[in-house]
Every structure is written in structure tokens, then in C-alpha cells.
């Protein structure tokens, strides 16, 4: 564990569980690795849509896997009591979110891309940056005292794939077995539950994003573009 460096802490916000695991879970996990600290929050449970099992028996089946999930990658994680492809985008989310990191103090977070068409991946989207932008503000008084986020990111999603141009690539390749048994762990992932192919798309996309980089495996983010600009003294080399 590194102990030169201050401590970060990486908060990533997804609408259902298995949403942040696969598009930035292996970077959680090299934060973890590298001495910082992570936490994943699911602002729904994702209960709907197994073929198999009845709303309630598949929310506790995803309690489960949401917990394994977390502690394979080394992450706290909570989850919000807002219903699969019901949650709302209004005040009560987003002070839900100001609250949250107000609490936690993230150095960063990690969100959805607005371009999706998953209606409660947007609205993610939308709490969660209302939400940084209130947890910012002192002037807002909650119980906890403001606290900035310094920088956001949205991540690389299939279903988020409008407009998403990769921007930063962090290199995944040392904790990638560890990423794929923790997402694994989600039957979502495993296969059974929606055709969508998600272990090979993420293992399949790793690499690509790895090889636009010449590295072996890669997770790509993006940043807002006005949150791009870059004071320098002189223009780098790379
Ligand atoms: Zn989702």
C-alpha cells in the first residue's frame, strides 16, 4: 500500500447494480489496490426482469450478489431505496446524492454517460450531477457541511453509447481475473437473465480499449468537455 499519497476516495454512482461493476470495477479495484478507498451506490436494486424469479425473490437474490460483488472488488457499497425502471429524477434523489457525498467526501465520482436510452440511467445521470453540484454549494444547508467533488467521469456503457467518445483509459490488465470473478458474481453477468451478452461485450470491450492504447486491457472514461480544460505551463509531449 502506498502511504506517500494522500488517501482518495472513488465514489461511482449506477442505476442498477451491475452497471458500475462492469464499466469501471476493475478501476475501483486498482484504487482499492493502490492503498484508496471506493464505494459503489446503486440508486435501485435492478429487481426486474429475471424470467425465472417473482420481483421479491430476484431483490434478494441481488442483495446477495450486490454485497459479494463489492467485497470481491474491496468496495463499501449501499444501495437506494428507489425501484427498478421507476426512479424519479427530482429534489429528494438528488439531496439523496448532495447527502451521500457530503458524507463520503469523494475526491471523485463516477456516473452514467447522458447519451443512453435507459430511462433510468439518465435520470442517474441527471441526480447525480445535480446532486455533486448541491453538495458543492455551502449556501445549501444540510445536516453535513458542503464538500466539492474534484473531478467527475462517465463511463463506457453499452446502453450509454450515444455520443460517448473513450477520453481517459486506465490500464485494468493487473486486476482484471479479479474484476471478472466479481462481476461474475451477478447472474445479470453470468447469463440466464437478459440476452445481452454481458461477460464477453466487457471482457471483449476491455481489451479493445486496451488495444486503442497498445495495452493489454483497459477501462475508458470520459469527463464533461468543459470539464477538459487543462492549465499547463507549457503544452506536454503526450
Ligand atoms: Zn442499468
Given at each position: 500500500m502506498e502511504?506517500?499519497?494522500?488517501?482518495l476516495?472513488v465514489?461511482?454512482?449506477?442505476?442498477h447494480?451491475?452497471?458500475?461493476?462492469i464499466?469501471c470495477?476493475?478501476?475501483?479495484a486498482?484504487?482499492?489496490?493502490m492503498?484508496h478507498?471506493a464505494?459503489?451506490?446503486?440508486l435501485t436494486?435492478g429487481?426486474r426482469?429475471?424470467p425465472?424469479?417473482?420481483m421479491a425473490?430476484y431483490?434478494?437474490?441481488k442483495?446477495?450478489e450486490?454485497?459479494?460483488?463489492?467485497?470481491?472488488?474491496g468496495?463499501?457499497?449501499?444501495?437506494?431505496p428507489?425501484?427498478?425502471?421507476e426512479l424519479?429524477v427530482?429534489?429528494?434523489?438528488?439531496f439523496?446524492?448532495?447527502?451521500?457525498i457530503?458524507e463520503?467526501k469523494?475526491d471523485?465520482?463516477?456516473?452514467?454517460?447522458?447519451g443512453?436510452?435507459?430511462?433510468?440511467h439518465l435520470?442517474t445521470?441527471i441526480?447525480?450531477?445535480r446532486?455533486?453540484s448541491?453538495?458543492?454549494?455551502?449556501s445549501?444547508?444540510?445536516?453535513?457541511?458542503a464538500h466539492?467533488?474534484g473531478q467527475?467521469?462517465?463511463t463506457?456503457?453499452w446502453e450509454?453509447?450515444?455520443?460517448?467518445?473513450p477520453e481517459i483509459?486506465?490500464?485494468?490488465?493487473?486486476?482484471?481475473d479479479q474484476?471478472?470473478e466479481?462481476?461474475?458474481r451477478?447472474?445479470?453477468v453470468?447469463g440466464?437473465?437478459?440476452?445481452?451478452p454481458?461477460l464477453?461485450?466487457y471482457?471483449?470491450?476491455?481489451t479493445?480499449r486496451?488495444a486503442?492504447?497498445r495495452?493489454?486491457?483497459?477501462?475508458?472514461?470520459?469527463r464533461?468537455?468543459l470539464?477538459r480544460r487543462?492549465?499547463?505551463?507549457?503544452l506536454?509531449?503526450?
Amino acid at each position: 500500500m502506498e502511504t506517500s499519497r494522500k488517501q482518495l476516495h472513488v465514489v461511482a454512482f449506477g442505476a442498477h447494480p451491475v452497471d458500475m461493476e462492469i464499466a469501471c470495477g476493475a478501476t475501483l479495484a486498482k484504487f482499492v489496490k493502490m492503498g484508496h478507498k471506493a464505494t459503489l451506490v446503486h440508486l435501485t436494486l435492478g429487481e426486474r426482469g429475471n424470467p425465472n424469479l417473482s420481483m421479491a425473490k430476484y431483490a434478494e437474490q441481488k442483495k446477495v450478489e450486490v454485497r459479494e460483488a463489492a467485497e470481491v472488488l474491496g468496495c463499501d457499497v449501499r444501495v437506494f431505496p428507489y425501484h427498478d425502471a421507476e426512479l424519479p429524477v427530482n429534489d429528494e434523489v438528488q439531496f439523496m446524492v448532495c447527502d451521500t457525498i457530503r458524507e463520503l467526501k469523494p475526491d471523485i465520482v463516477i456516473t452514467h454517460w447522458e447519451g443512453s436510452f435507459h430511462r433510468d440511467h439518465l435520470a442517474t445521470n441527471i441526480n447525480v450531477i445535480r446532486g455533486v453540484s448541491w453538495a458543492g454549494l455551502s449556501s445549501m444547508e444540510r445536516k453535513l457541511l458542503a464538500h466539492k467533488v474534484g473531478q467527475l467521469y462517465f463511463t463506457d456503457n453499452w446502453e450509454d453509447a450515444e455520443g460517448f467518445v473513450p477520453e481517459i483509459y486506465v490500464e485494468i490488465s493487473n486486476v482484471f481475473d479479479q474484476w471478472v470473478e466479481a462481476i461474475t458474481r451477478h447472474q445479470l453477468v453470468r447469463g440466464g437473465v437478459s440476452p445481452f451478452p454481458y461477460l464477453e461485450y466487457y471482457k471483449a470491450l476491455a481489451t479493445i480499449r486496451g488495444a486503442e492504447v497498445r495495452i493489454p486491457k483497459a477501462e475508458a472514461f470520459m469527463r464533461r468537455p468543459l470539464s477538459r480544460r487543462a492549465l499547463v505551463d507549457l503544452l506536454p509531449n503526450y
